[in-house]
């Protein structure tokens, strides 16, 4: 998709966009919606999309979170030119069972997209999601120019600042981060507030400048509404990208929640870490971002 495309979809010209340097992060949920059941729900032992259908059955329905006539925001990991059986990328399966929840829901527009790592077209094509996101009715937006992106302040950010972020999530009413649990050479771990390094521009700032600390700031300004982190195949080395099926183990296990900290530390956990071993968890647990003390909170736990 080029530029004109991208426009004509109605993504590069929504109203009030040109305000978006003021544009404040939106609730985690709507005030008005009822407390979710549980804090947590972690699935395992089906498909991708059974095992979302029963989470976020659990959770309360996608009517808990996207609203009749909501602009959604669907952001898997699609950073790398990687087929599904290397699991470098969001499982195609589970964005393709999400979106169609959310239409369920009453969505407006759909609109997936990520600021990948290899080029862009050929990310969206080898990872399935480009097909599976349109085969659900949703929007495919590119991230790889600068021009997609408006400044932002992150006003409790102690390193990171400011940042680039990308147009369709701050035109956008529910924001769904789907992260794909893996290994990472300088992170440790990609988990749920990582992935949210897809939605800015500049992101090589955070590497140069204290990753986990620019991860858990810009996790004090963008809060998704809902996370789900997919843990059905595992990347167990030569992450993020990894170098052949070798690396994989299908692990069969999916994570949803409100509380970016939470999924993240349950994700730690599930693959044999300690939460406060992945700074970036401890440190936006530190900053009341969410919580990582899993034992205080309501977890939901599924056998399919």
């Known amino acids: 998709m080029d530029r004109r495309l991208f426009v004509r979809a109605g993504l590069g010209a929504v109203a009030g966009l040109a305000l978006a340097r003021e544009v404040r992060p939106f609730p985690a949920r709507p005030a008005t919606r009822p407390p979710l059941p549980f804090d947590l729900v972690a699935v395992r032992g089906g498909e991708p999309e059974a095992m979302f259908d029963r989470g976020i059955e659990a959770m309360g329905g996608m009517q808990a979170f996207v609203a009749r006539g909501a602009k959604v925001v669907v952001k898997p990991n699609i950073g790398w030119d990687v087929g599904p059986e290397r699991a470098g990328n969001t499982n195609p399966r589970l964005v393709r069972r999400i979106i169609e929840h959310c239409f369920e829901a009453g969505a407006k527009q759909v609109t997936v997209f990520d600021h990948t790592c290899d080029n862009w077209q050929r990310c969206y094509r080898s990872s399935g999601i480009e097909q599976a996101a349109r085969d659900a009715g949703a929007s495919v937006a590119p991230g790889n120019a600068e021009s997609y992106y408006q400044d932002v302040a992150i006003p409790r950010g102690k390193n990171l600042k400011n940042a ?19 290994h990472h050479s300088s992170s440790r771990l990609t988990l749920a507030m990582k992935n949210m390094m897809g939605v800015v521009w500049d992101r090589g700032t955070w590497h140069a400048d204290d990753l986990h600390r620019c991860i858990a700031d810009y996790a004090t300004y963008r809060k998704p509404q809902l996370n789900v982190l997919d843990a059905y195949a595992v990347l167990k080395r030569n992450g993020p990208r990894g170098v052949s099926t070798d690396d994989v183990v299908v692990m069969k296990s999916q994570l949803l929640s409100a509380d970016i900290v939470a999924v993240d530390a349950a994700a730690a956990k599930l693959w044999g870490m300690e939460p406060a071993d992945v700074r970036h968890i401890a440190l936006a647990h530190d900053e009341k971002v969410g919580r990582m003390d899993l034992d205080r909170l309501s977890i939901k736990r599924i056998a399919l």
């Open 164 to 182: 680039k972020e990308h147009e369709a999530l701050l035109a956008a009413d529910v924001f769904i981060n789907v992260p794909v649990l893996k």
